[in-house]
């Protein structure tokens, strides 16, 4: 219901953004979590952002969420992307027979400058996770601003994006963003895929577009110099 707080305990897939546009039509407040974080500091997320829910990926992370919800009579519900015995599963819910219109019976009324679009956890590098708030109104002028800026005026919309940053962080939630809103297709990167894996992505789906931080790119230039392949042709930017 409106301004649930639920954690995206996900690594980089395809079912995200439709997760994160989802919560945000009945008014839900996603929360963006590293899935490699510890017990303690997933506890210390859910305890801080008063979150009754948590959708997450199966396996290692699954594990974390059940050893956090036992500690914590909080959280009402985990589903799961994947299959996990005892969890209400991702496709188990978008493969229920629903009216389309029936759907935006759920939305909500938002307060834009006021209510909640999304809350993105820091990495607790310097301390314990801190939670960054974004309202709607900030988010939506984010995306407003990343189109008046130099890149903008490079991006056509027949463009392919690879983003390498992971949507869990500020970075690559505002990249996916911002590509769904010029309407280009995205490519998703698997977490921790190598440059040859990376690569072959490229010339694959002819991407056309990288965004990547400055270690992605190193690591990619680095591989491409010393096993003298070649990038493909299709990237301009």
Not at 98 to 120: F, G, K, S
């Amino acid at each position: 219901t409106k301004d649930d707080k639920v954690i995206l305990f996900l690594f980089n897939c395809i079912e995200f953004p439709v997760i994160f546009l989802a919560l945000s039509t009945v008014g839900a407040v996603p929360v963006l979590v590293n899935p490699a974080i510890t017990k303690g500091e997933l506890l210390h997320i859910v305890q801080t952002a008063d979150a009754k829910f948590v959708i997450s990926d199966a396996g290692a992370a699954l594990d974390t969420v059940r050893e956090v919800t036992q500690m914590n009579a909080n959280i009402q519900e985990i589903f799961v992307l994947g299959e996990a015995e005892g969890f209400q599963t991702y496709n188990a819910l978008i493969g229920a027979e629903t009216q389309l219109d029936a759907l935006w019976d759920h939305a909500v009324e938002i307060d834009p400058e006021n209510d909640l679009a999304v809350v993105a956890f820091t990495s607790g590098t310097t301390g314990k996770p801190k939670g960054v708030m974004h309202t709607h109104y900030s988010t939506v002028s984010l995306m407003q601003m990343m189109r008046n800026t130099e890149i903008n005026f490079l991006v056509e919309q027949s463009d392919v994006f690879m983003v390498f940053l992971q949507p869990y962080g500020h970075g690559g939630l505002a990249y996916a963003l911002y590509g769904l809103c010029m309407g280009v297709t995205q490519t998703v990167i698997p977490y921790g895929a190598k440059p040859n894996l990376s690569l072959s992505i490229m010339s694959r789906f002819k991407v056309t577009v990288v965004l990547a931080s400055p270690v992605s790119a190193h690591e990619i230039c680095n591989y491409v110099t010393d096993n003298k392949v070649q990038v493909p042709t299709s990237i301009r930017l």
